[in-house]
């Protein structure tokens, strides 16, 4: 069980805003609330206005909002519908027990989590002291584990995010029964959601495999981490695949769905954009995205430049072109970040230890960002409507 108090907002309507623009989206909904009425949204907005703008309420106070969120691990056993109960107990633990709150079930991020809104401002106008928040809530958790089933810390949440149960590995000789891994390998790949011939290679590259086609028949390569060929060719049909026919219904299906990916899309180009900034290599940024189950595949030109990149989501099984998440995280923001001398080795990847690092601080990283439920679609929406209430724009 992750449960984490997120960066405390100027007041609680940002955090309302964003989870109410969730619910209108269809992905997330009110399941309790406390000394609000959750029937009625502009009411909650009022209520927490209201204290919030107690006159009593110190002009030093700049932070005004509580907002945390609960992310279930893989070996919890808490029921979700003793996450109220758990909310209930956690604000009373931490000095919240009289103050109004809400909370919202979310199911945009491809996982079933809980996100609490409400205010730090007292009835009487005092503020509730967050000093050593974090550590209090940790306390108050361990105490509380046990009896709602659930294990305390970030690796029961890590393990969920990273799981890799139906995703097979790389083609690996030294495994043995190399046909069997190739029809394991074109069977995930033909579930993928991907719009072209070229995107089904790319895959397939990353996995270890090569298509040969030639006429009437198409043939199965093995690929090295180098990219070069280790198993002799092997007719698709003696694995017992139409490979031709699973590549042409995968593409057909994903240009009829790949317009709908917008969330899909959203959750990728935040994960890009947070990492990119803070990666030092090529290599360096390929093994932090492929923690959150996204593979980039970067392709170069005869003299070594970037020259286009494509977005592989094992998570939501997509596939985008680098074009398709918007600006800045595209081919020519890796080539600046090579320019820049952010990345300040030319690192090229062996494919087969992508995904594999050491760095703790990495680890870190990756899970904060995982942990963030705002997108980069909502950080912009959340500035728009802060310029607009600026304005005089009011509920």
């Given at each position: 069980m992750v449960v984490k108090i997120q960066r405390s907002a100027a007041s609680a309507r940002q955090s309302l805003d964003y989870?109410?623009?969730?619910?209108?989206?269809?992905?997330?909904?009110?399941?309790?609330?406390?000394?609000?009425?959750?029937?009625?949204?502009?009411?909650?907005?009022?209520?927490?206005?209201?204290?919030?703008?107690?006159?009593?309420?110190?002009?030093?106070?700049?932070?005004?909002?509580?907002?945390?969120?609960?992310n279930p691990g893989p070996d919890d056993r808490t029921a979700p519908e003793r996450i109220p109960d758990l909310v209930r107990d956690i604000m009373e633990e931490l000095g919240y027990g009289n103050q109004p709150w809400i909370v919202y079930r979310h199911e945009d991020t491809g996982r079933v989590h809980w996100h609490v809104v409400s205010t730090r401002v007292a009835p009487d106008g005092h503020i509730i002291s967050d000093s050593f928040e974090r550590r209090r809530l940790m306390s108050a958790l361990q105490r509380l584990g046990p009896g709602y089933g659930f294990v305390i810390g970030r690796d029961g949440a890590r393990r969920q995010r990273s799981t890799t149960e139906g995703i097979p590995q790389r083609l690996d000789t030294a495994k043995g029964d190399v046909t069997g891994q190739m029809k394991e390998i074109i069977a995930f790949v033909s579930t993928l959601c991907v719009t072209s011939e070229r995107q089904a290679d790319l895959l397939l590259s990353h996995f270890g495999l090569k298509l040969i086609r030639g006429d009437g028949a198409v043939l199965v390569q093995g690929l090295d981490g180098r990219g070069s060929a280790c198993t002799p060719p092997v007719n698709g049909k003696d694995l017992g695949l139409d490979i031709e026919g699973l590549m042409r219904e995968m593409t057909e299906r994903g240009r009829r769905e790949h317009p709908m990916k917008r969330r899909e899309r959203a959750r990728v180009a935040g994960i890009v954009r947070s990492l990119l900034p803070r990666s030092t290599s090529q290599l360096h940024f390929e093994r932090m995205a492929a923690k959150t189950g996204v593979i980039p595949v970067i392709a170069r030109n005869r003299t070594g430049d970037i020259s286009g990149v494509t977005w592989i989501d094992l998570t939501t099984r997509c596939v985008f072109k680098g074009s398709e998440l918007g600006e800045g995280i595209g081919a020519a923001a890796l080539r600046e970040a090579e320019a820049s001398g952010q990345w300040k080795s030319a690192e090229v990847k062996d494919s087969q230890q992508t995904g594999v690092s050491t760095r703790d601080e990495d680890e870190n990283l990756v899970s904060d960002i995982l942990d963030r439920s705002l997108t980069a679609e909502s950080r912009t929406r959340e500035r728009d409507m802060r310029k607009k209430r600026k304005k005089g724009h009011t509920l």
């Open positions: 989870n109410e623009r969730k619910a209108a989206e269809g992905t997330a909904c009110v399941v309790a609330a406390s000394g609000l009425d959750p029937s009625s949204i502009a009411s909650v907005y009022l209520m927490l206005q209201g204290l919030e703008e107690n006159p009593a309420v110190s002009a030093k106070a700049e932070r005004l909002g509580f907002h945390m969120s609960i």
